[in-house]
């Protein structure tokens, strides 16, 4: 049973920066795509940004978020920078169950097995 938790969400304010973590347990996922997904109130969710056999950021993030991962403590940290009050969503950590596919895009919810239960970012203005 694989078991995502993330860690370091919280109020800050615009131009602020925010690390956030996803800590992995369970099994190695050293092989395995991740991603980092936002849900805004009465939005669906949507994609941030994933580290795969390549590192695939949203056009709304790209330039001010980045994405790493530790594959010795199989954990994954998005760092946050210039946020905006649009970034303000719970963002949830996601893991695929199946090795990496070259090729595949790994920015949809449906190529993921795996979810952590989120953590509250709020930008305020």
């Known amino acids: 049973q694989v078991q995502l938790v993330e860690s370091g969400g919280g109020l800050v304010q615009t131009g602020d920066s925010l690390r956030l973590s996803c800590a992995a347990s369970?099994?190695?996922?050293?092989?395995?795509?991740m991603a980092w997904f936002r849900q805004a109130p009465g939005k669906e969710r949507e994609f941030v940004g994933s580290i795969s056999w390549r590192v695939y950021y949203a056009d709304s993030v790209k330039g001010r978020f980045t994405i790493s991962r530790d594959y010795e403590k199989n954990t994954m940290s998005l760092v946050m920078n210039s946020l905006k009050p649009e970034d303000t969503a719970v963002y949830y950590c996601?893991?695929?169950?199946?090795?990496?596919?070259?090729?595949?895009?790994?920015?949809?919810?449906?190529?993921?097995?795996?979810w952590g239960q989120g953590t509250q970012v709020t930008v305020s203005s």
């Open positions: 369970g099994r190695t996922l050293s092989n395995n795509a």
């Open positions: 996601a893991a695929d169950s199946k090795a990496l596919s070259i090729g595949r895009p790994y920015s949809n919810v449906g190529e993921f097995d795996y």
